[in-house]
């Protein structure tokens, strides 16, 4: 158990909707840092927070937006969904240290229909 | 840029074999290196890293990677592979330190077979 826990595990709805992902980080961890993983694109850095200010930006689409919390969870939205956005969504979390090692939850798998 | 490729995106080992996955790494600053497992409908594990100091680095069941800095080359290796060690396995590289968000290969299924 990695202490990253997401919510939900999975996520089914149609085109054009929004969702919400859910990410609590590992105790003590100021970090998160959101990740999609599809079949064509594998692995894709989308966006950093570190205690509530975005630290680095990767390939996020502008339909999608992230934020932390002062509780330091973090949600992800994803808008005006499409087809292609079919992924399963990671979030990871780590320490205060320089290059920390990621530690990541089990994912959201969201199928768009 | 930094970048990372996976030689071969699925390798068949026999139980028992040697197991090596490939991983060059392409950096503009000194790269922070790292591999991760994949157990199915699991995250990210990460089994070892390579930051600074021994380029022989090694990491949880058995594996360990070398960084070579001529051959920009961060293989894993285990020396006899096991069928827990099923799994598909992702070799990442950060922008350089201080950078925690990594930059992933597009990974490697590992197959053993009994």
């Known amino acids: 158990d990695s202490g990253v826990t997401q919510t939900p595990k999975h996520l089914i709805t149609a085109t054009g909707q929004r969702v919400t992902l859910r990410c609590s980080p590992r105790?003590?961890?100021?970090?998160v840092y959101w990740y999609q993983q599809s079949l064509d694109q594998g692995l894709q850095f989308l966006i950093q927070y570190y205690n509530g200010e975005e630290r680095a930006k990767g390939n996020i689409l502008e339909r999608f937006s992230a934020q932390q919390f002062p509780d330091l969870h973090s949600e992800l939205n994803l808008s005006s969904l499409e087809l292609g956005d079919s992924a399963l969504y990671f979030c990871?979390?780590?320490?205060?240290?320089?290059?920390?090692?990621?530690?990541f939850g089990n994912g959201t798998r969201l199928t768009v229909t | 840029a930094q970048s990372v490729t996976q030689l071969g995106s699925h390798v068949s080992v026999s139980e028992g074999a040697l197991v090596l996955l490939r991983c060059n790494y392409s950096?503009?600053?000194?790269?922070?290196l790292f591999w991760y497992v994949q157990y199915p409908n699991q995250g990210l594990q990460l089994l070892l890293k390579?930051?600074?100091?021994?380029?022989l680095v090694k990491g949880i069941n058995g594996f360990e990677a070398e960084f070579k800095k001529s051959e920009t080359s961060f293989h894993l290796t285990k020396p006899s592979a096991h069928m827990s060690d099923a799994a598909e396995y992702f070799c990442a590289v950060t922008l350089g330190a201080g950078a925690n968000n990594l930059f992933f290969g597009t990974g490697t299924r590992l197959t053993v077979i009994p």
């Open positions: 105790s003590g961890d100021l970090s």
């Open positions: 950096s503009s600053v000194p790269p922070y």
């Open positions: 390579y930051t600074t100091g021994a380029t």
């Open positions: 990871a979390s780590s320490g205060q240290g320089n290059n920390s090692p990621l530690h």
